[in-house]
């Protein structure tokens, strides 16, 4: 039974918050916002680019792709596999990106994310979609209609891609404080700019 004290007693600030979303949810939702956007500028660029570029540049284009889902793939891995002691000194000495490097590494679950299944999965798509196009051009070029074509294209991309990924796993792993440090002094750079 309330007293006459508990009637009387103000409410505290953390009675009148209204109940807050769960903090795992978070970060998923804003993923998926990113990544409808981020491939949606991608596919546009992709498209823009396509529209009027030659056999061989399209295939530039292509290996454009693949080399941007490979080198993502291996920041989201060195991220992981980064050890914060160095950064710390460099830190202590003001060195320009290692502060940056600190916070990749602090929320590795979060930019290995962003690197590997955002960037990664969106650049494998794109890369799809720019191969059928290549695939479509060689046919016409060629003068040829057949599967043997689309396959070898396919397979060309898929050894490319996954060919690519694991040498850059395997040097994401052993370089794993350089690749760090170069991406936080590319992030201080933009930071100084703005």
């Avoid at 070029?141 to 690519?164: D, F, M, P, R």
């Amino acid at each position: 039974m309330d007293t006459q004290d508990d009637i009387r007693k103000p409410k505290t600030r953390a009675e009148h918050k209204p109940a807050k979303k769960p903090s795992w949810l978070s970060w998923p939702i804003r993923v998926f916002f990113i990544s409808i956007c981020l491939s949606a500028a991608l596919s546009v660029i992709s498209s823009e680019l396509l529209s009027a570029a030659s056999l061989a540049a399209s295939f530039a284009i292509l290996a454009g792709f693949i080399g941007l889902g490979i080198l993502f793939d291996i920041i989201g891995v060195a991220v992981t596999a980064a050890d914060e002691k160095p950064f710390h000194s460099m830190a202590s000495h003001r060195e320009p990106g290692a502060k940056e490097a600190l916070r990749l590494i602090r929320g590795a679950d979060k930019v290995s994310s962003f690197c590997n299944d955002v960037v990664g999965d969106i650049c494998g798509i794109v890369s799809g979609t720019t191969a059928a196009v290549i695939v479509v051009e060689l046919q016409r070029h060629l003068s040829v209609q057949g599967v043997l074509l689309s396959l070898a294209v396919t397979a060309l991309v898929s050894g490319l891609t996954i060919g690519g990924k694991a040498l850059g796993k395997t040097f994401a792993m052993s370089c794993s404080t350089k690749v760090v440090y170069a991406v936080g002094r590319v992030i201080h750079v933009f930071h100084r700019e703005k």
